[in-house]
């Protein structure tokens, strides 16, 4: 009898491969948890941002949840992705909530003035005190948080598991390996695009809130300090002992638009119709409507350009002299009105008024806040029975994005070519800055509406009696196309300091206007002209940089422009 125990033996030590018979369900475990947790999360973004920021954040949240497809064997690595992923979502649907609640409560993004400093303002018992008055608005958006808590943990347990024991998945066929090598190759392409750009990588939810932490922070010591910086300027001024020049009633209404290019205006001989409204007011107005044609910033962003603006020319000075503070101690009600949110604005400038207006509560370029918001408060303060008023207007202007400066469908401009669009083509401009010049039109058509409404109101409401003036500038210019394949901010080409320049006064004006506005201008040297509407006399007041008066000396800034740019 043959012997069985080799046969036997062999069999045993090679074993038929199993055919796969995981768990049921097993080749699409995940497919179905993954579509759900994905579905939570694109509902709790869209919450708390809009347009492309959703595509931001979705590309920012991508790369941890595509771990749920890979197919895991053992419990506590299982456990652990769990963990890991649930903890990454929770991340952006805290974040949607917190958003959506600010907006939908305050109209105010987590890094508005209003939010950080009201955060950096708040003792735990004030915290406590709000969630006590204010928990039946906050429940809604934690119940929501705490139901898509417990729906992504369901999720995030059935990931994709691997067999038990040996037994080896079939590999998957050809056209669905080719899809799935695909998708996932587009997906990683768009999640590292997302996370190389800072703009992307700044939104995501460890990065925002962390950086919002350290604003407040900052915000918190900077009050103190600040406050104190706005005394000494006060207390500053008052020393100086300014008077007002005239008796009677004044009324100074000084307009400080952003980033628009005086290029673009054909107040100024562009070829669009881009300021139909002022220039029907020049020519209604005459002699007293002076139009600046060689104005210029010395700085190519905002916060710099007002500090040189409202502190004289002299930012740097251990304890500088500022416009606001002047004319106080002189006597003036001041109301600072904005369509801006910038806390270090808001701090430096903004609170040193005695009446402050903030109609913007979206910090930033994404900001959909119109300029239009700013006309009611400049009605009412107008109609306030103090006999000196200067009224300061922060306007958005063409600040980037132009497509979020005028109206939805207000832009006539985009219909047919024209000569400024032939002339940019003629030069080599691509299609996509002739595209950003359009708008950029519009938003400087919009700007006209506003400013030309301000001058209107300026100039008849209130009392009738009395002195009256009118300012307007922006703080800096904005290149596109003038000199370089850019539209933005431009610290290199002249476009980035071409500013306009307008003043209107019921007084005669020193020179005819056609002479006075020869005058090359600096916006560094702007508080000694606004000093001369306001008609303020102190001992310190230096008239070789008023461009108002008879001893106006101009001296050219050092600014990257051409020889002789300040003339042309």
Request: net charge positive; charged share 20%; proline share 8%.
């Amino acid at each position: 009898m043959d012997n069985p125990i080799p046969a036997l033996a062999t069999r045993s030590m090679h074993p038929p491969l199993p055919t796969f018979p995981p768990r049921p369900g097993h080749r699409t475990a995940g497919a179905l948890p993954f579509l759900v947790l994905c579905a939570v999360l694109l509902v709790a973004v869209t919450l708390g941002h809009e347009g492309r920021r959703v595509v931001q954040l979705a590309a920012l949240a991508a790369p941890p949840l595509a771990w749920l497809w890979w197919p895991v064997r053992r419990a506590g690595v299982h456990r652990l992705r769990s963990v890991l992923v649930w903890a990454w979502a929770m991340g952006f649907v805290l974040d949607g909530a917190a958003r959506a609640y600010l907006l939908r409560a305050y109209q105010a993004a987590p890094d508005s003035s209003m939010v950080l400093e009201a955060a950096a303002n708040t003792t735990p018992r004030e915290t406590s005190e709000y969630l006590t008055m204010y928990g039946g608005a906050l429940l809604p958006w934690a119940a929501l948080a705490l139901v898509a808590g417990a729906v992504l943990a369901v999720c995030v347990r059935r990931g994709r598991r691997a067999p038990a024991g040996d037994a080896v998945p079939p590999p998957p066929q050809p056209g669905r390996r080719r899809m799935l090598v695909a998708g996932v190759a587009g997906a990683a392409a768009i999640s590292a695009a997302a996370y190389a750009s800072k703009p992307w990588r700044r939104l995501h939810p460890v990065a925002y809130w962390s950086d919002w932490s350290a604003k407040v922070q900052m915000v918190r010591s900077a009050m103190g300090d600040q406050q104190a910086a706005r005394e000494r300027m006060l207390a500053k001024a008052r020393v100086l002992q300014p008077t007002i020049g005239h008796a009677g009633p004044s009324t100074v209404v000084l307009v400080i638009t952003d980033s628009v290019n005086r290029d673009n205006m054909s107040l100024y001989g562009y070829g669009r119709p881009t300021t139909p409204l002022l220039q029907a007011q020049q020519a209604q107005l005459g002699a007293a409507f002076t139009v600046f044609r060689h104005a210029w910033s010395v700085d190519a962003s905002t916060l710099p350009a007002l500090h040189n603006l409202f502190r004289f020319g002299d930012p740097a000075a251990q304890d500088p002299l500022h416009l606001i503070a002047l004319a106080r101690a002189a006597g003036y009600k001041v109301w600072w009105m904005t369509n801006h949110d910038d806390v270090g604005i808001e701090q430096a400038h903004a609170r040193l008024a005695d009446e402050v207006e903030m109609n913007n509560r979206t910090p930033g370029r994404s900001s959909v806040s119109l300029d239009q918001e700013v006309l009611d408060c400049v009605h009412e303060a107008l109609q306030e029975p103090d006999a000196r008023k200067l009224l300061i207007v922060h306007l958005m202007g063409a600040h980037p994005h132009y497509s979020l400066r005028f109206p939805e469908g207000a832009n006539p401009f985009d219909d047919a070519p024209d000569a400024v669009s032939a002339a940019m083509g003629d030069s080599g401009r691509p299609a996509w800055l002739r595209r950003r010049r359009h708008e950029y039109d519009a938003a400087v058509l919009y700007q006209d509406l506003i400013v030309a409404e301000i001058l209107k109101m300026a100039r008849g409401i209130g009392t009738d009696d009395g002195h009256r003036a009118f300012m307007y500038l922006s703080d800096h210019g904005q290149e596109v196309g003038h000199g370089a394949d850019w539209a933005g901010h431009s610290a290199a080409t002249a476009a980035g300091y071409r500013i306009p320049l307008v003043v209107w006064q019921n007084r005669p004006p020193l020179l005819p206007p056609t002479d006075l506005g020869q005058r090359p201008f600096r916006a560094d040297w702007a508080a000694w002209t606004v000093s001369h509407l306001l008609d303020i006399r102190w001992a310190g007041y230096r008239p070789e940089r008023d461009v108002l008066h008879a001893a106006y000396r101009w001296q050219a800034p050092d600014i990257p422009v051409p020889p002789g740019a300040f003339v042309q």
